[in-house]
């Protein structure tokens, strides 16, 4: 009897437990679409605007990314956002499984803004808070094709870490081919730091 | 005389190089119309390649959106994804009272993952490994399936799984891929108190309550510990036709709004381990832990304690308690190598009055040479009451994918 009135009480908490998250779902959001392309490049150079521009993958660039991001970028070109030495980038890594989409700003050879747009996984979603994205302000690239400053993990997401590490650095690579800065060397900051996933 | 023949020559010859360099009237006009023709043709022509401009240009964009599309649509393939771990271990241990020695080269763990995503909502996912390399009769391996669920995100920051899944206590039970742990071996606390790597068969949900903070609550398969068992281990039915006859429950409440810092607590309860056959004996574990990461700092920590009825002193004296700690420092000392240290604490027998703890002291290196390949080496002093701890050397390489 104890035993049935037991589990009663614990699928009742269980199914009690369950109607209020669902209720509360609408509330904040881990996984989905958080901001579209059109209105981040908005925000990103308000009250300007960006010119939308393109960046051609050329077999020189290519082969360059796939060395930051390990493995091979997809696609023939990328598409970018620029107002003077300011540039944005809509860039997509996979996390475990599913890609997730990273918006990031560059200005003068660092990074302003890292800002996750859309996240498709039930676990690691911790990458979008803005706690953790604040990390990447002020980063830059290392001889190396690194970032220049340490990122501090979580724990159980560190492959949707490292996914925003590859794209954060990708963007400030991209940033100095399409900037043609004098720069592209000088901007890669030598230093012996590193942040390598940990 | 001959001045003046020379100078009639010489206006004659002027006058015809004047006449022969200025045409007509109508020879001026035939040039003009003929250039104009000519001009007329040319700007006929450059309309012309403009438009075959503007053309080639709207099918090289037509193109190249085409070969975009194909290139990076998700293919039917890329909806079921492949994965994997695997780790070798070689042991040079020696007992403290030297009756025994453990010398082995063990290929612990070769896990293979499978997943499918149905749709943005539904996925499955599955783990299915093999144990010591060689699994069947009177051979010292094992096949086993870890995970199999389906999980459904019902909500936007909620999700629900049912299946065969891993419970949400403690650091390594979830994560346990090689190159994400100090140690070639896997830590005692969590195998011999939790035990990790502990799966069960049931229902489950994980969410989100605010920014930072989540919940996981299941409702699953239990321990059942036959006749003469008193360790949680022992119990670990592995949903083998699992007996079924008290479920148990576990949920976590886990923090990691701050970066590097994730601290969590999960409760489990069982009515009875014993699953209707003979005395009832219930069991509550609770664990907690904090993981911190600071530049290239590290420090894990976590203690877990079973609090089991007192007829489990029947079978044992002092199962009723059985607790375990550890905390681990780690320093990444370059992009490619950490140190760590752990001091870690376990007793089975934590009820009884005489001391029965296990302790253990490991210290040692990991060289990633990709942050997916690692290779671990660590020195270990294990001391128990009755001499019967293990010390000496670890050695591993491990991978995951």
Known sequence: M?????RVTVVTAAAACFAITSLTSLSVSAKGVFQSGPDFYAEVFAPQQGESKVLWLTPEIRTQAAVIVDHPVRGLRIRYHQNTNKTAWILEEIGKEMPITIGVVVEDDVIQQVKILA??????????????TAQYKGAALQEDYRL??????????????????????????????????????SSLIKSSATNSPK | MKKQFLATIVGLNITAVAQAATPSMEEMWEMIQQQQGEIATLKEQLRSNDARIQETEVIAEATISAVEQISMAPSASSKTTFGGYGELHYNSLDRDDSASSKDQMDFHRFVMFTGHQFSDDIRFFSELEVEHSIAGEDQPGEVELEQAYIEWDFAGQH???????????????????????YGTERNNVEKNIIPATWWEGGAAIHGEISPGLSYDFAAHS?????????????????????????????????????PGLEIAASVQMQQDVHQGEGDAIGGTL?????????????????????????????????????????????????????????YSEYDNLAGSATNTAVEQFDIGLNYWLH?????????????????????GINIGVGYSF
């Open chain 2, 286 to 342: 609770f664990e907690t832990h904090v993981a911190w990461q600071r530049n290239d700092f590290q420090l894990r920590a976590l203690y877990a304690a079973w609090d089991f009825d007192s007829a489990i002193n029947n079978i044992m004296k002092g199962a009723d308690e059985q607790t375990g700690f550890y905390i681990e420092p780690s320093y990444r000392i370059s992009d490619k190598m950490g140190l760590f240290a752990r």
């Open chain 1, 119 to 132: 996240y498709r996984e039930s676990r690691g979603g911790e990458v979008r808070y803005p706690a953790y």
């Open chain 1, 148 to 185: 220049n400053q340490n990122i501090d993990g979580i724990t159980g997401a560190t492959l949707s870490m490292w996914a925003v590490n590859k794209a954060a650095a990708l963007a400030l690579y991209y940033h100095a081919v399409v900037t043609e800065s004098s720069s592209t060397k």
């Open chain 2, 222 to 258: 239990g321990l059942y510990l036959s006749s003469g068992d008193y360790k949680p281990r022992d119990g670990r039915q592995k949903v083998g036709k699992a007996k079924a006859d008290d479920l148990a429950f576990t949920g976590r409440l886990k923090y990691t709004a701050i």
């Open chain 2, 159 to 181: 999700s629900a799984k049912a299946g065969l899944f891993l419970l949400p206590i403690g650091i390594i039970n979830e994560t346990h891929e090689p190159n994400t742990f």
């Open chain 1, 2 to 6: 104890l035993s049935k009135l037991y």
């Open chain 2, 371 to 391: 942050p997916n390949v690692v290779f671990k080496m660590d020195y270990q002093n294990q001391d128990t009451p009755t001499e019967t701890g293990y010390d």
